[in-house]
């Protein structure tokens, strides 16, 4: 189940938010590289190939995800003996390539959905998280948006705003 907790606005970065809800990331929690199944996009394989680890120690290409009949890619391999993800130290419960994590382990409980030129944001409610709605947590302002996820952020405004500026060419031929 999913809930949201913000909306941001493109073009002015206007942020609105849920206040009630907050957040905190327990450091070596690690539950999240346990429970869940992370898909891997071309960019996250690119990225952690470039560290030196080759794609059949990392890459399950058995499990794949699809949105609808569109293929997104392939999962990250869990160990055999834990059954988490294969970069999480079974001692240290900490990612070996935190860093360089997939896309979906950075936005995680997070999702985010582009609708136009604004960028909504969910919380996924998984039980296990105990980040989720933590005391110690923050909530997600237009400060933690842009501190956690400004890269994210601007990524998509870039293609909003381009996205306008062809239009507004075409619009005066």
């Given at each position: ?12 970065l206007e942020v609105e938010s849920d206040p ?93 959905v582009k609708h136009g030129e604004r960028m ?10 105990p980040g989720i709605n933590h005391p110690d ?37």
């Amino acid at each position: 189940m999913k809930r949201w907790v913000a909306t941001v606005d493109l073009v002015t970065l206007e942020v609105e938010s849920d206040p009630t809800f907050k957040f905190k990331c327990i450091e070596n929690c690690g539950l999240c590289c346990e429970r869940l199944e992370i898909p891997l996009r071309d960019e996250d394989i690119e990225r952690i190939e470039g560290l030196g680890y080759n794609t059949w120690e990392f890459v399950d290409y058995e499990k794949l995800f699809y949105r609808g009949d569109k293929f997104l890619g392939y999962a990250i391999k869990k160990n055999p003996v834990t059954d988490a993800c294969v970069f999480l130290d079974p001692e240290t419960k900490k990612c070996k390539i935190y860093n360089h994590r997939p896309l979906a382990c950075r936005l995680y409980p997070f999702v985010f959905v582009k609708h136009g030129e604004r960028m909504e944001i969910y919380i996924k409610e998984d039980s296990f998280c105990p980040g989720i709605n933590h005391p110690d947590g923050k909530p997600v302002t237009k400060d933690f948006l842009m501190k956690e996820y400004w890269d994210i952020i601007e990524e998509y405004r870039q293609k909003v705003i381009h996205k306008g500026q062809k239009t507004q060419v075409n619009a005066s031929v």
